[in-house]
């Protein structure tokens, strides 16, 4: 019993010492990073008016400021990064581009090798937003390694930096990714692509996975590509009900159809949300067989759907006289209701 004791206390002894070694190491951690952080300050304080010149109006970089050591380094990417963002100019960028390529190399490089995936993926973003495209060669390099498994963040923005670069190769890492993309990620990575890597996108549609087809429709409407009208009208023939549903998404967002006929068939869909799409559609169409589809769609069974056809028939050429004959004229309380509802807002607001 006395020896068990004494193996308790023994073991209980030395988790103690573990527990104050491990709580030095991160006091002294702590101490180094917060003396970092004191230093970084102290260079943006004295340097950076020297560096917002230097980017706005390209007065030579500081020669005292040059970068010597890290803090330096560290400081200077946080100026150009925040800066550059808030400086619609282009020579900024320029500007920023040609002293990471003559000062700055080596600092990124390490960053991207680095064993802190925090660290990799700063650089990745930095990589991505100051438009550093000297790197994508280490980026390819890092896609290409086998012995190193990186976090899905910064999959997604090495994805992004080579369709953002127009390298040939990208589209293969959208179509089989190493790691598993949603639509989020697709977006994301698409958004940034260049015209010639989404047509090529756009080309393999039909081939690509479900994710990267939701994405693809998801973005066409974002940028509002009118381009590409044809790809979403012929998606709303999809057996899929969610293509079928962002495809009338995007088309709204962009605010013109081809072919009017084929939205008839969505105001008498058993679906409610393509019912609704059909009624936010309906104010891209100028014929006259929409205002009847919009009528039938104020006595729909959604509340949503009766909204929606009610304020698109407010904006429709005559549409407040439209409105009034649903309240005069119509049987069906709801949709008297809600025709008096856009009607009492148009008035509450001027519009």
Known sequence: MRGLIWTVAGISALLIIVLFILLGYLLIQRTIESRRNKRVKQYKAQFVEHWLLYLLEGVDPPEGGLPQKREAYVAIDDVFYHYCFSISDHLPRKRVRWFVENYMVDFYKKKLLSSRWDERLNALHRITDLQLQMFVDDVRSMLRREDKVYTEAEYVQMYVIMAKFDVYDSYAYLQNPQVSLNVFHYTTILNEAAPRIFNKVITHFNTSPLQLKLAIIDVIGLKKQVTYIDVLETNLQSDDEEIRIRSLKA?????????????????????????????????????????????????????????????????????????????????????????????ARQVETGT
């Open 251 to 343: 088309i709204d967002q962009i605010g013109f159809v081809k072919e009017a006929s084929i939205y008839a068939a969505f105001a008498q869909s058993d679906r409610w949300p393509e019912r609704l799409m059909a009624a936010r559609i309906f104010l891209h169409i100028p014929n006259d067989w929409v205002i009847d589809a919009l009528f039938d769609l104020l006595r729909d069974p959604s509340w949503w759907v009766r909204k929606r056809a009610a304020e698109t028939l407010s904006q429709k050429h005559g549409g407040t006289s439209l409105l009034q004959d649903v309240i005069n004229q119509d049987t069906d309380p709801y949709a008297i209701d809600q025709a008096r509802a856009i009607l």
